[in-house]
């Protein structure tokens, strides 16, 4: 039996396109080392997200204002950028130096294709 630890296991994303959605996070994903388990679900080995197409009225409640993914290097939050350039993503800062975060905190906020605000840091200075 592997030893468990402490932390979010999954997280399930409500949206209104599921097609759109998975081809994004099919392209985004694989740029920032997630795998794919299946048709609607992603992983790191320690986390999972899965997305649920639903009808738009009952998405109206409140919740995360924005996902931070963690880059491991300073390069993939760049690739993740030409990436968003190549899809037309609207971008809403970045890729920055967030220094007053931490040293090093390098960054780009986006939206994806159902409005979330994404975003994709490396951080290798962050206490956790």
């Not at 097609?19 to 985004?28: G, K, R, T, V």
């Not at 992983?43 to 009952?58: L, N, R």
């Not at 800062?93 to 960054?107: K, Q, W």
Request: net charge negative; aromatic share 14%.
């Amino acid at each position: 039996m592997k030893t468990l630890r402490a932390g979010i296991h999954h997280i399930e994303f409500w949206v209104a396109n599921l097609e759109a959605s998975i081809f994004f996070y099919d392209m985004l994903f694989s740029i920032i080392g997630w795998r794919k388990l299946n048709e609607v679900s992603y992983s790191t080995g320690e986390s999972e997200i899965y997305f649920k197409e639903v009808d738009e009225e009952i998405v109206r409640t409140l919740g995360p204002r924005h996902i931070c993914y963690q880059a491991i290097k300073r390069e993939v939050v760049d690739e993740v950028a030409e990436f968003l350039s190549s899809a037309k993503v609207k971008v809403i800062r970045g890729p920055i130096e967030m220094n007053h975060y931490s040293d090093e905190y390098y960054t780009i906020d986006f939206y994806d294709p159902n409005g979330f605000i994404i975003e994709v840091a490396y951080t290798p200075n962050v206490e956790m």
